[in-house]
Every structure is written in C-alpha cells, then in structure tokens.
C-alpha cells in the first residue's frame, strides 16, 4: 500500500517500461497519428469488410423447404423439357441443345441440324406470344 501513496509512482513505472521496452510503449498512441494514416486505416477495414462479406455469402444457409443449405449451391430452376417432343431429359448430351435451341438431341438431329438460323428465328417469336 505504500507504493500507491508515493505521487512519483507513475512516473518509476514508466520509466522502468521506457528502459526495458523503450520509448515508444509508453507513449500516446493518438500522438503519430494523422489524417493520412486515418484514411489508410479506412481504407483498410473497407478492404476487410468486403472480403468478409463475400465469405459470408459463399457459407450463407438458406432454408430451401425444410432443410438448409449453402445459398452457392442452389441453382437457378432449369428447365430440361424439349419444346419439340415434350419430354423431359436427363442427358448430359441434350444439355447444349436443351441451352442453345431449347429441344433434345434428337429433335435437333431431325428438325434443326442444318437449319438452325431458322430454328433459332421461331423460337425467339414464339417467346414473345408467351
């Protein structure tokens, strides 16, 4: 309890601070600090919250009936059935076709092949009656 009521107390102990880990530990932080290290430190939590956010968007669950699930993992609702024969595919081959010309392989061998500008024409009109 004596050593708390010698006034000088503070000032020994940094002084045995400034000799043991030197000046700079006992100084004021805000005492090198100016307007162009302000705009760094910005700079720099902006840099550091985006990266945050893009992880959090890539780990976000989201509640896809009744269960949950990664938000990267759901996938846009794809429609797979051939506008021609109307039947659904699970091809990987009728894949392209299915993007491309919206009908499976087989169709596009019979109706498209070689005619596909023309394919292509139709089926831009026929979206626009839908």
């Known amino acids: 309890m004596s050593k708390n009521k010698d006034p000088h107390y503070v000032v020994k102990i940094?002084?045995?601070?400034?000799e043991k880990y030197g000046h700079e530990a006992i100084q004021n932080p805000k005492s090198n600090w100016d307007d162009k290290k302000e705009k760094e430190y910005l700079e720099q939590i902006k840099k550091l919250a985006k990266k945050e956010n893009k992880?959090?968007?890539?780990?976000?669950?989201?509640?896809?009936?009744?269960?949950f699930i990664?938000?990267?993992l759901l996938i846009k609702k794809v429609e797979?059935?051939?506008s021609?024969?109307?039947v659904y595919s699970f091809s990987k081959q009728d894949d392209?076709?299915?993007?491309k010309y919206n009908c499976c392989y087989k169709c596009y061998v019979n109706y498209v092949e070689h005619r596909e500008e023309k394919w292509l024409s139709s089926q831009s009109s026929n979206k626009g009656e839908k």
């Open 14 to 18: 940094e002084k045995a601070i400034a």
């Open 84 to 86: 021609s024969c109307d």
């Open 55 to 67: 992880i959090r968007e890539k780990t976000e669950k989201v509640d896809a009936g009744g269960f």
């Open 70 to 72: 990664n938000r990267k």
């Open 96 to 99: 392209v076709y299915i993007a």
């Open 80 to 82: 797979r059935t051939c």
